[in-house]
């Protein structure tokens, strides 16, 4: 299930929300934001708030100070240059 929004100033986004199991997943495509909640409107609420926070720095990688903050030795992260999966195949 998808659906497009329009905000106020005229910008076409669009949202998926679908289900796994007892979740409801929301992801809105432009940011690769995603979340879930245990109903459709959780999982929508928790894209709103989660969409507000994004400082428009998604998709990039961690500096190896943010690395260390989170407790995590640069020299251990081994994701190195491979994609994360999409969650939509």
Do not use: C, F, Y
Not at 55 to 80: F, K, V
């Amino acid at each position: 299930m998808a659906s497009s929004t329009q905000d106020g100033n005229g910008h076409d986004g669009e949202i998926r929300l679908w289900q796994e199991g007892d979740w409801w997943i929301a992801k809105d495509v432009e940011t690769g934001v995603t979340t879930q909640g245990e109903s459709r409107a959780a999982a929508l609420e928790n894209l709103d708030d989660a969409v507000a926070l994004d400082d428009g720095q998604h998709g990039r990688s961690p500096t190896d100070e943010e690395l260390r903050a989170a407790g995590i030795d640069p020299a251990d992260n081994t994701t190195g240059e491979r994609e994360p999966p999409d969650v939509l195949d």
